[in-house]
């Protein structure tokens, strides 16, 4: 019998944590089962700080709500916990055998997580360790293995097409080209699919290295036809042939080896365009805005649907698994087949050449629609 459950949301915010913590949390209320959600993500669950959720005023009214009210954390691996010792120096540590204390001791059935596939290699490795973990998708990029769809990937879809639907009359306006960079480190989905719903003319993803001059000749043509401006979709993980995606080193993998931050795809391709084309470039990058705000409505009912899934799954005994949609129906998978070959415990996770990424495929039916219509990829 399930009596007490948790919830953690790691990893960069998205829109509908909230949606998926209110799903489980009433679904849990509905049964009769405790709720708890642990403070910023991975780090509650070192740290052993958690609030109730069920029947929590606090956690009334959160459905519109961006941004998780447990908060997350990023780049916090249990397996390898960064520890400010008291003179200052820094140590990493393997914490998991505290987090399987911390579960055991304080009575827990089962723990939510809610994250991308970095969140979810964790999950698996402390299901082997003994905590029941349930996943569910998240990350604006789309890209966990195993499942269509991740909450908060269609908002950031919607603001990106609304950023584009206002690029395009400055572009127009003022006869420039006008270039949007949205997130995807690896995976291209957002871009992809809101060139798509923003009438872009190109659109560059990190699955199909481009040619700067194949752009710039599809630029060339519509000033041929008249048209003299130009709107052009950037993921920040997009590859030129023969070269490398932009990063700058920043340390954000808390000494993981995770050090590439992506910065610079969207100006650098605006800088190319504008001295071959000979037309003004300029670039928007959007950042953040794609990640906070209210979800949109296939958001809230996807989240919706995924927290529900979690807690039935919960119930029914059913853990170390993920909550997944496939062929358009909620379902499972085993935590194991969504780490792929990352399977080493502990083992440093996300992004890694291991890593079982979503990449967009390229016979899928958005690229072959976005072909169909003219968009150019660069290639
Ligand atoms: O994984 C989602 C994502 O939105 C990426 O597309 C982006 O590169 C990254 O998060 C940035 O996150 P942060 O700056 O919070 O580490």
């Not at 010792?85 to 827990?108: A, I, M, Q, T, W």
């Not at 958001?299 to 039935?312: N, Q």
Request: hydrophobic share 40%; proline share 2%.
């Amino acid at each position: 019998m399930l009596k007490k459950v948790a919830i953690l949301a790691n990893g960069g915010d998205v829109a509908g944590l909230n949606a998926v913590i209110r799903a489980i949390k009433r679904t849990a209320e509905t049964h009769g089962i405790e709720c708890y959600g642990f403070i910023d993500g991975y780090r509650g669950l070192v740290e052993n700080n958690f609030i109730r959720l069920d029947y929590n005023p606090l956690a009334d009214g959160i459905l519109p709500k961006g941004g998780a009210i447990i908060g997350a954390s990023t780049n916090t691996i249990v397996f390898h916990y960064k520890v400010t010792n008291p003179d200052g120096s820094v140590e990493y540590k393997d914490l998991s055998d505290l987090c399987v204390e911390n579960y055991k001791r304080d009575g827990f059935d089962c723990i939510f997580t809610l994250g991308g596939d970095s969140t979810q290699k964790s999950a698996r490795d402390l299901f082997i360790k003994g905590i029941n973990t349930i996943g569910v998708p998240k990350t604006i990029d789309n890209d966990v293995a195993c499942t269509e769809v991740t909450f908060g990937y269609n908002t950031a879809v919607s603001v990106a097409q609304e950023a584009l639907d206002r690029l395009h009359t400055t572009a127009e306006t003022h006869h420039r080209i006008m270039c949007l960079e949205v997130m995807g480190r690896y995976a291209g989905w957002i871009a992809l699919e809101s060139a798509i719903a923003g009438g872009a003319d190109a659109v560059l993803i990190p699955e199909i290295p481009y040619d700067i001059n194949k752009v710039a000749d599809s630029i060339r043509k519509r000033i041929a036809r008249g048209k003299q401006f130009s709107v052009v979709v950037v993921s920040e993980g997009a590859v030129p042939i023969n070269g490398e995606a932009s990063t700058v080193n920043a340390d954000i993998g808390q000494g993981t080896g995770i050090s590439r931050k992506f910065s610079g795809a969207g100006e650098k391709v605006a800088k190319e365009l504008e001295s071959i084309v000979g037309l003004e470039a300029r670039c928007t990058t959007l950042g953040y805005m794609q990640r906070g705000g209210t979800p949109t409505a296939y958001d809230r009912v996807l989240s919706t649907k995924y927290g529900a899934k979690a807690m039935s799954l919960a119930m029914e005994g059913k853990f170390g698994v993920l909550t997944v949609i496939k062929n358009g129906k909620l379902d499972c998978v085993p935590l194991e087949e969504v780490v792929g070959n990352n399977k080493e415990l502990g083992a440093v996770e996300g992004g890694t050449e291991e890593s079982n990424i979503r990449f967009v495929d390229l016979n899928d039916e958005l690229v072959t629609t976005a072909r169909n219509i003219g968009i150019c990829f660069g290639d």
